[in-house]
């Protein structure tokens, strides 16, 4: 399909974590396998040419490019491909033309997460990118438009402050681990989900004193791997789950698109326990643990709203560094602006003929 700039435009649009609690989020969340073939319902629909999706724990958005007559239909769109009929009622936001540019730098540089200057953004956007270009879903607009995105938002936390003590959300829920217990290190911990999450929150575990780790996964392969290399002991999930009675602290970070730990699960072990607290700290989105889990006397679930209650005042502290950030990011973005190759994006068309400004 061709189209001139005068016809096609750039748009974002989603929600994050100040937009929709996580019982929303949770709701739309779509796995990493599932990414290429939402990307492409997208782009088979008329008018839209170029799609990629970032869903993440805190973040859930469509990066398009598009005729703009048919700007009207994004939210349909969100709405179909994200199963959600009352996305039209929610806080979300959009973005088109230059501001989309200004947003995904933003949120490359972790100014638009909970966590603010989180490192794990930035991977994840590039994942998401990756998918969606090796999938064929996106061309020389979407292609330009993520690469001057990444190149700015290293610049920026590179000659920045914005990373500096900064900490990513697996970290956080180490943090607030630390804030209940004190000393880490007389507890006895167990990690549930061995992927990119799991994997760095049970790190952390160990670099802040954690002796003794569990570690619980579906695959116990991938649970042992993990906990040979920290010095802990593996399960497979079940297992884990009715090792609890013996657990002080306990952290969810798995991909599962189903509810683990649910309130029969923890009920009939908790006698054993002999009036010792359990303190969950589920930061997985769709949640591992169902909420009626902390009306269990003892039990104290942390979900990922409770999560960004706490780390509120942190990014208080730091909020200094956001005004440095946007101003080199509006630098940056000047300096390309006067580069051919971005400007006009070399155009859209295969014979270069039509273009779409992105700045």
Not at 307 to 321: F, G, M, Y
């Amino acid at each position: 399909m061709s189209e001139n700039s005068s016809q096609t435009e750039i748009f974002c649009i989603g929600l994050n974590h100040e937009a929709a609690p996580v019982s929303i989020r949770e709701r739309m969340a779509i796995s990493e396998s599932e990414l290429s073939e939402k990307c492409s319902l997208i782009t088979n629909e008329e008018g839209f040419l170029e799609s990629v999706i970032v869903s993440t724990c805190n973040r859930i958005e469509i990066y398009c490019v598009a005729d703009k007559k048919y700007e009207c239909d994004l939210e349909r769109c969100f709405e179909f491909v994200f199963k959600s009929n009352d996305f039209s009622d929610l806080d979300y936001y959009k973005y088109k033309g230059k501001e989309v540019l200004n947003h995904l730098c933003r949120v490359g540089c972790g100014l638009d997460s909970m966590v603010l200057g989180e490192t794990e953004i930035f991977g994840q956007l590039k994942k998401a990118y990756s998918i969606a270009q090796s999938s064929g879903n996106t061309s020389k607009i979407l292609n330009r438009l993520f690469q001057v995105s990444f190149m700015i938002a290293k610049n920026v936390r590179t000659n920045t402050k914005i990373t500096r003590g900064a900490t990513s959300v697996g970290a956080a829920g180490v943090d607030l681990a630390e804030k209940i217990f004190g000393d880490l290190n007389k507890c006895k911990v167990m990690v549930m989900g061995a992927g990119q999450m799991g994997q760095m929150v049970a790190k952390t575990l160990i670099s802040r004193g954690v002796n003794s780790l569990e570690v619980a996964s579906r695959s116990l392969e991938n649970a042992s791997r993990l906990a040979e290399e920290l010095g802990g002991v593996a399960h497979q999930l079940e297992e884990g789950i009715s090792r609890l009675a013996g657990i002080d602290i306990l952290i969810t970070a798995t991909s599962s698109s189903e509810t683990l730990i649910k309130k029969e699960n923890v009920g009939p072990i908790f006698g054993k326990r002999r009036g010792r607290p359990l303190f969950i700290i589920d930061i997985a989105v769709p949640r591992d643990v169902d909420e009626e889990v902390s009306k269990i006397p003892g039990v104290y679930l942390y979900d990922m709203d409770a999560l960004q209650r706490i780390t509120a005042s942190a990014r208080a502290r730091r909020e200094e560094q956001i005004e440095v950030c946007e101003g080199l990011i509006r630098k940056l973005m000047n300096e390309h602006s006067s580069d051919r190759s971005i400007k006009g994006v070399d155009g859209y068309t295969e014979d270069g003929n039509d273009t779409v400004a992105i700045v």
